[in-house]
C-alpha cells in the first residue's frame, strides 16, 4: 500500500465552524507533511511531523491546529477561517524525512470557506 | 535553503522526447536533487532523485551535471498524460531535523498531439 488517503475530499465551511482535515498512511512512514495550495500556485509547506512530533510550523497562523495521534495519522483543524484560506490541502509523508527518499502525497482536500 | 530555477512552461509534441532543465548553481554537497510533477486536479508525485550520477527509472531519467549547478530531467517518449507540472527541488541529506520539501515555482508542461 503505497497511498496516502486524505478525508475528506471536498470541504465547505462557514467562518464560524470547526472542521478537521484527515490523512491516513500505513507505509511506516515517520515524516508526515501539510500543505496548502492555491490556484495556479506550487505548494506552499505549512507543517511538518517527525516521530509524532511537530518538528517544523512555517508560521501558520493559529486557526490551523495539526495533530499527529499515532504514525499513521495526520489532522488538521480548523477554526475560524477566512474566505482567504479556500485552497487545496495536501498531506504527504515520507520515510524517517531522510532526503534520499521520495515522499508521497495524498490527492488533497478541497477547501472553500464561505 | 538552496534554490533552483526552472523555465515557467515549455511544449513538446507528443512521442517525442523532453528535456526539462533546472539551475541550482546554489547547490551544497549534502543536497540532493529530486523532481515531482503534479499532473491536473492531483497531487504532487514523485518522478526522480538522484546525488550525482545519472539516473534512470520507469518514468524518466535525470542527468546531472558533473559540478552539480544544473540538471535535466528527461522523458524519452511523451504522451498527453505527461502533461504536468514539474517541480526540481533540493533536499539537505545533513539536515534532517529540518527536512522541508519547498517546491518553487515549477515547469509546466504541454504536450502537442
Known amino acids: 500500500d503505497t497511498e496516502v488517503t486524505q478525508t475528506p475530499k471536498h470541504l465547505v465551511m462557514g467562518m464560524t465552524n470547526k472542521k478537521s482535515l484527515k490523512c491516513e498512511q500505513h507505509?511506516?512512514?515517520?515524516?508526515m507533511y501539510w500543505y496548502k495550495q492555491k490556484a495556479k500556485k506550487p505548494p506552499e509547506l505549512m507543517f511538518v511531523?517527525?516521530?509524532?512530533?511537530?518538528?517544523i510550523n512555517e508560521s501558520v497562523p493559529s486557526r490551523f491546529s495539526p495533530e499527529c495521534p499515532n504514525s499513521s495519522l495526520l489532522n488538521l483543524h480548523l477554526h475560524a477561517l477566512q474566505p482567504e484560506d479556500s485552497a487545496l490541502y495536501l498531506c504527504?509523508?515520507?520515510?524517517?524525512?531522510?532526503?534520499?527518499?521520495?515522499?508521497?502525497f495524498g490527492q488533497g482536500t478541497r477547501l472553500t470557506v464561505v | 535553503d538552496a534554490k533552483t530555477t526552472q523555465p515557467n512552461s515549455m511544449e513538446s509534441n507528443e512521442e517525442e522526447p523532453v528535456h526539462l532543465p533546472c539551475n541550482h548553481s546554489?547547490?551544497?554537497?549534502?543536497?540532493?536533487i529530486h523532481w515531482y510533477r503534479q499532473l491536473p486536479s492531483q497531487g504532487p508525485e514523485y518522478v526522480i532523485h538522484?546525488?550525482?550520477s545519472n539516473v534512470n527509472n520507469r518514468m524518466a531519467s535525470l542527468a546531472i551535471a558533473e559540478d552539480r549547478k544544473s540538471s535535466t530531467l528527461i522523458l524519452h517518449r511523451a504522451t498527453l498524460r505527461d502533461a504536468a507540472v514539474y517541480y526540481c527541488?533540493?533536499?539537505?541529506?545533513?539536515?534532517?531535523?529540518?527536512?522541508?520539501?519547498?517546491f518553487g515555482k515549477g515547469t509546466r508542461l504541454h504536450i502537442l498531439p
Open positions: 504527504a509523508s515520507s520515510q524517517d524525512k531522510q532526503a534520499g527518499s521520495e515522499a508521497f
Open positions: 507505509m511506516g512512514h515517520r515524516a
Open positions: 511531523y517527525s516521530y509524532e512530533k511537530l518538528s
Open positions: 546554489t547547490i551544497s554537497g549534502t543536497d540532493y
Open positions: 538522484g546525488l550525482t
Open positions: 527541488i533540493l533536499r539537505d541529506i545533513v539536515r534532517r531535523r529540518d527536512d522541508k520539501i519547498i
